[in-house]
């Protein structure tokens, strides 16, 4: 079955830093990757995510990026803010009613 | 609001006691799923509905009963708790099939109820 991997665990960045997640995916047949980003006590909720025919995506300050022949996808957050201070996951799946497979999450601090 | 609800938010009980969380998702979604967050953060799957019918299940104790009355709902039963169930279950649901022609994938997570078992 399909094994997400993620790094880092922990991530400390200065306000108005980017900051870099990146997680790699073992099944070649995964088409849909989400990223989520968990604030304390709540559940998680998506913030972007990419499929298999695109190469990058952007949504104002986050963006993500996805090598499928070295299955990787990496979360790029630019010009960060103390509010983006959360536990962030990425996830893979084939799509459709497939389960997806959750990274073990980094957590991120933006120290103001 | 819109959204997908879980109750109760916490839960705290003795081993070996019977518990249920529920989850009711009112965005008009076909497939509700269960997860199991443990201490360490990790996310898991435990099972998933599509039309409430059973279409997932990841190798869960059959102490774990999801029960799905209709599309709207999807219920976790635990029998004899132990202490290895403690950890935040969540529930989360999407809109299956192509409707319009686009394939929909986010699933919406519920708050999560954080369970304790003594």
């Known amino acids: 079955g399909e094994n997400v991997e993620q790094h880092p665990s922990t991530l400390s960045v200065q306000e108005g830093d980017s900051a870099v997640i990146k997680c790699t995916y073992s099944d070649s047949a995964s088409n849909y990757f989400p990223w989520y980003k968990q604030e304390l006590g709540k559940g998680p909720q998506l913030i972007i995510d990419i499929r298999s025919n695109v190469g990058e995506k952007k949504d104002q300050r986050i963006a993500v990026t996805l090598n499928k022949t070295a299955k990787h996808f990496s979360l790029h957050i630019t010009e960060t803010q103390p509010e983006d201070s959360a536990v962030y996951f990425c996830a893979a799946s084939r799509g459709g009613n497939t389960p997806l497979v959750f990274g073990k999450g980094t957590r991120l601090s933006v120290i103001a | 609001d819109t959204a997908v609800s879980q109750t109760p938010k916490y839960l705290v009980t003795q081993m070996g006691n019977d518990k249920s969380i529920k989850c009711e998702q009112n965005l008009g979604h076909d497939t509700m799923y269960w997860y199991k967050q443990d201490s360490k953060k990790f996310l898991k799957i435990m099972f998933s509905?599509?039309?409430?019918?059973?279409?997932i299940n990841e190798t869960v104790p059959n102490r774990f009963s999801p029960k799905s009355p209709d599309k709207a709902h999807l219920n976790l039963h635990i029998n004899s708790l132990e202490l290895g169930d403690s950890a935040v279950y969540f529930c989360?649901?999407?809109?299956?099939?192509?409707?319009?022609?686009?394939?929909?994938?986010?699933?919406?997570f519920g708050p999560g109820t954080r369970l304790t078992v003594l």
């Open positions: 509905y599509n039309n409430k019918e059973l279409i």
């Open positions: 989360a649901s999407r809109l299956s099939g192509t409707p319009g022609g686009r394939s929909y994938n986010e699933q919406f």
